[in-house]
């Protein structure tokens, strides 16, 4: 699901794709709701908390607002400058980097918040972090799908969702149909799955509290061990192909 690239991406690819990370977000985004009352799968909340905190000349909540998005931001940046880097060097696990750092992100938040008391200024610490783990997903995603995928926030997934369905309405001929159809699928998919996380993640939180990141971990683990055995097992193939 990581490693096809452009052209060689199909349908099925971007499903197992949408669907483990946008549960991976719903999971992470109910965290910090319930641990630190913030947003930490998307920033557009936090410009407008930016902008009323500015005006109300709260300079100091305003600068932790814009370090909120700054995090998310830094956090893109640093996942498609390795993506870019590795393609170039070990394209079918490109991957491999930002994911690990990702996973080693949210590991260390669920331990921090586990053994330590969430404070005011903990709390900052944490939401930074958990911003930066997720401009790593979402930037990941972004580029190995071609923009397809989406998995942090659902705003413009409603938006391009509620095109679709209009569309529907006008575009008569087979392929169109097929396409808009495939399209829809996938969106609802991301929804549907992105709320299933949401839900889990806060009945996992009920019990475990920031523990819950660590599930949120291995399911990017599953993720990535899902293509390393399937490259294998494909390689394998090939191999035996050969010889016969």
Same mark, same amino acid.
């Given at each position: 699901m990581f490693r096809h690239h452009g052209k060689n991406?199909?349908?099925?690819?971007?499903?197992?794709?949408?669907?483990?990370? *946008?549960?991976?977000?719903?999971?992470?985004? #109910?965290?910090?709701?319930?641990?630190?009352?913030?947003l930490t799968t998307n920033v557009t909340g936090h410009?407008?908390?930016f902008a009323e905190e500015f005006?109300?000349?709260?300079?100091?909540?305003?600068?932790?607002?814009?370090?909120?998005i700054l995090f998310f931001l830094l956090g893109s940046f640093t996942?498609?400058?390795?993506?870019e880097w590795l393609l170039r060097r070990r394209p079918h696990s490109a991957h491999i980097l930002p994911v690990l750092i990702e996973m080693t992100?949210?590991?260390?938040?669920?331990?921090?918040?586990t053994t330590n008391p969430v404070t005011a200024s903990s709390a900052k610490i944490i939401a930074f972090a958990m911003l930066f783990a997720m401009g790593v997903q979402n930037a990941l995603v972004t580029k190995i799908s071609q923009s397809t995928v989406r998995t942090t926030h659902l705003t413009g997934l409603f938006t391009d969702l509620?095109?679709?369905?209009?569309?529907?309405?006008?575009?008569?001929?087979?392929?169109?149909?097929?396409?808009?159809?495939?399209?829809?699928?996938?969106?609802?998919?991301?929804?549907?799955?992105?709320? #299933?996380?949401? #839900?889990?993640?806060?009945?996992?939180?009920? *019990?475990?509290?920031?523990?819950t990141l660590f599930v949120a971990s291995f399911i990017l683990l599953i993720a990535l061990l899902y293509d390393y055995f399937r490259l294998q097992l494909l390689a394998f193939r090939r191999k035996s192909h050969q010889s016969h």
């Open positions: 991406r199909t349908f099925i690819h971007n499903l197992r794709l949408a669907t483990l990370l *946008s549960l991976v977000a719903g999971m992470v985004n #109910i965290t910090g709701v319930l641990a630190l009352k913030t410009f407008a908390f005006l109300q000349k709260d300079y100091a909540a305003a600068l932790t607002f814009l370090v909120f996942a498609n400058l390795l993506a992100v949210l590991i260390a938040v669920g331990y921090y918040g509620g095109i679709e369905l209009s569309q529907l309405f006008f575009y008569k001929k087979t392929e169109e149909v097929k396409r808009l159809r495939t399209s829809i699928y996938l969106r609802f998919s991301i929804i549907i799955f992105f709320f #299933i996380g949401c #839900i889990g993640g806060g009945l996992l939180y009920q *019990s475990y509290q920031m523990k």
